[in-house]
């Protein structure tokens, strides 16, 4: 499964970026998909989790920021974040599971919220 995110940029606080994901060469099909994020020091962390039913999961610092959707039938998740902060500045990481457990990671994408 290769995994091709992008999307990460340089936005100033308040700012939007839109990252996307997608997923191809899977055998079965994808059940989860989801963001995570690690900062400079930090532990990678879950930001938003979506399932192949549509249900979602965010990370506290994000509720209400961001929104997480996906397209199944492209195997593509998107991630709208709004209201920029300067502590979203991470790599954005996306990370997928198909039905059968497989995990596969893709590569990060800078995100940088900075006035």
């Known amino acids: 499964v290769q995994l091709q995110a992008f999307g990460g940029g340089f936005v100033q606080p308040g700012g939007s970026l839109r990252l996307s994901c997608a997923a191809s060469g899977s055998r079965f099909r994808i059940f989860a998909m989801s963001w995570y994020r690690q900062a400079p020091g930090n532990q990678r962390e879950l930001v938003a989790r979506?399932?192949?039913?549509?249900?979602?999961r965010y990370a506290d610092s994000v509720k209400g920021r961001f929104t997480i959707s996906r397209d199944n039938a492209k195997n593509t998740a998107l991630l709208q974040m709004n209201n920029l902060k300067p502590e979203d500045t991470a790599v954005y990481y996306c990370y997928v599971v198909n039905r059968l457990g497989d995990e596969y990671w893709g590569q990060g994408t800078q995100v940088t919220v900075s006035s």
């Open positions: 979506i399932n192949i039913t549509g249900s979602t």
